[in-house]
């Protein structure tokens, strides 16, 4: 597993040219928003980076973004920074099983104590920690314990981001996000049910190069793949400003791919980058395939109203509760007014003529 | 909080409760109002006073009491201009239309956004406008109280947060969106137990009044 290559040897031992590798530094920098002149200073870095060692933990999850993953066509840049990092635990891409991979991972995290790139995908349930266990070890036990010699921590995927699927209510298992445990080590969010590859290699890339985690927004995401919300750059957004709507999904609003805001896209509070870099080498992605978006990236997102509900349209049911603020206010508005009813009836009732005469004799004593 | 959780909230509970006083308040304050009832009219009626009724919702929405229009012509110009701007955006934004269809079942076409900004922005300068009016002109001032001022603020706070979160100023629209529903949840709070009820009451004030006054008199 020790590979004292440089990233450059690697890569020329894979028969990439210089050429290639160039371009790959010019992909990842625009990826991320620099400046072309920080082109040749990735190129320098990643040229003189040794494998970094990378610990893989999965937790609370579904392995789809390991699919995500996987899923990148070879040779795309996502095979190559996986081809030099050095993955030395993955439960589900490693050969190795049972005590030879706790081995491989203990040896890793003892070797690289202090240096290592922590992943992590999953939440991690807190409720009772035997909910999910690896090898008789709990998540949380695991992630401690791992937590404590990495130097950075990647959250990859919501469920390990903002506590995911598991999180949503009820909340069975307690799943809480890795945030909620790891308070003194840096952790980056790369968020989505399952996040963009490129975007997971992007982050490893720009850790790489800099030797510290990209500019983050208020929830800890890098913001160069998560600054601009999918409505914004949507390019269906033009039929949102004119008016036009698919209302179902079969009409013919929806054969001219009109906006799918009505039939509950969550894109204008959804923070990623998929309708820029799409998906699957940039063939499609899920507006593009005629389904709004699910704001998968964003916390909170299985109980975010329904998926099929308009985000302007409330989460609770409002005739409801209006027909409780209906039902009361009737009730002590009628009583109210039967009171002031009864007050006026009584003043008149009680009401005493006075005569001329009474006033002058009152005068008069 | 995080902004998800805000919007979440905003879009749930806070607007359950918001909901639930809005319509409480108006509720009671309906009952209430109508069932004051009016002091027995011992004389002979001139006429039943329905027709003048509706009259007068006409005459006193302006245009035909030419003499008040033109003394108070700021104040008719821009109520007019200030109300349909706000209405435009409340009613003709598709996103709100969404709302309204889901809890009434029905919904109807909207307006694109560009003519719905035009109308937000419209509302916004004569809101402003009026305010200043307000602060300048020595009876509007003389005549206004506390309230009159809040009640303005909570007008205006919904139209500049939309106008904010379509175009997405200063902060990201997630937080936008939630601090522009809440400000709808505040003024749905407030608006029973202030000034903002004439959007209930203003008409059959309106009928009211004409009623009243068609009733008096004697017949030709």
């Not at chain 1, 990647?154 to 799943?175: D, E, H, I, Q, R």
């Not at chain 1, 600054?227 to 036009?244: L, Q, S, T, V, W």
Request: glycine share 10%; with cysteine; proline share 5%.
């Amino acid at each position: 597993m020790a590979d004292d290559r440089t990233l450059a040897d690697i890569l020329r031992s894979q028969g990439i040219s210089r050429r290639g590798f160039l371009k790959f530094c010019a992909t990842t920098a625009s990826m991320m928003a620099l400046s072309p002149a920080m082109v040749p200073k990735i190129a320098e870095a990643l040229e003189n980076a040794k494998r970094p060692s990378v610990i893989w933990l999965s937790f609370q999850e579904c392995t789809g973004c390991t699919e995500s993953l996987t899923r990148s066509h070879a040779p795309t840049i996502e095979k190559l920074i996986f081809d030099v990092i050095s993955l030395d635990h993955h439960h589900t891409l490693m050969a190795a099983s049972g005590h030879a991979v706790d081995e491989a991972m203990q040896e890793a995290m003892k070797e690289n104590y202090g240096k290592y790139l922590l992943i992590v995908d999953g939440s991690i349930p807190v409720g009772n920690p035997a909910y999910s266990t690896i090898g008789g070890v709990s998540n949380l036990e695991m992630l401690k314990d791992a937590a404590k010699g990495a130097a950075a921590i990647v959250s990859v995927g919501t469920c390990a981001a903002f506590g995911g699927l598991p999180y949503a209510k009820p909340n069975p298992t307690g799943a809480v996000p890795v945030t909620e445990i790891i308070k003194d080590k840096p952790i980056i969010n790369v968020p989505g049910c399952p996040p963009i590859p490129v975007v997971i290699t992007g982050v490893l890339a720009q850790f790489l190069t800099f030797g510290k985690l990209p500019e983050m927004d208020e929830l800890g995401r890098p913001m160069a793949f998560f600054g601009k919300n999918i409505h914004d750059r949507c390019y269906r957004r033009p039929f949102y400003e004119r008016g036009e709507f698919a209302e179902t999904f079969d009409d013919e609003g929806a054969k001219k791919g009109w906006c799918l805001f009505k039939l509950g896209c969550k894109g204008p509070v959804t923070y990623n980058a998929c309708a820029t870099t799409k998906w699957n080498e940039g063939t499609s992605w899920p507006v593009e395939s005629g389904h709004g978006c699910l704001g998968c990236s964003q916390p909170n997102f299985w109980d975010m109203g329904g998926f099929y509900n308009a985000l302007s349209t409330p989460t609770i049911d409002i005739a409801k509760t209006a027909a409780v603020g209906l039902a009361a206010g009737a009730a002590i508005g009628v009583a109210a007014g039967a009171l002031n009813r009864s007050k006026k009836a009584k003043a008149a009732r009680e009401h005493e003529t006075v005569t001329v005469n009474d006033l002058e004799k009152g005068a008069k004593s | 909080m995080n902004s998800m959780d805000f919007l979440l909230w905003v879009r749930g509970p806070g607007l359950a409760i918001a909901s639930i006083i809005f319509v409480f308040g108006m509720t009671l304050r309906m009952f209430e109002i109508f069932m004051l009832g009016r002091k027995k009219n011992l004389a002979e009626l001139r006429s039943s006073g329905v027709k003048e009724g509706f009259r007068t919702i006409i005459t006193r929405s302006g245009g035909v009491d030419t003499y008040t229009t033109k003394r108070t012509m700021f104040t008719h110009i821009s109520g007019w201009v200030f109300h349909l701007g706000m209405f435009t955006a409340i009613f003709l934004l598709a996103p709100h239309i969404e709302l309204f269809k889901s809890f009434l079942g029905f919904g109807w076409p909207a307006l694109p956004t560009a003519i719905v900004d035009l109308a937000t922005v419209i509302a916004l300068i004569t809101l402003l406008a009026i305010l200043f009016h307000r602060l300048t002109s020595p009876v509007m001032r003389f005549l206004s109280v506390g309230q009159d001022y809040v009640v303005w603020a909570l007008t205006f706070l919904p139209l500049l947060t939309g106008y904010m979160t379509y175009h997405h100023l200063f902060f990201p629209y997630t937080w936008l969106l939630g601090i522009h529903i809440l400000s709808i949840c505040v003024l749905l709070v407030v608006f029973p137990f202030t000034k903002l009820t004439h959007a209930v009451t203003v008409f059959t004030s309106r009928w009211y009044n004409g009623y009243m006054a068609g009733q008096k008199g004697v017949k030709q």
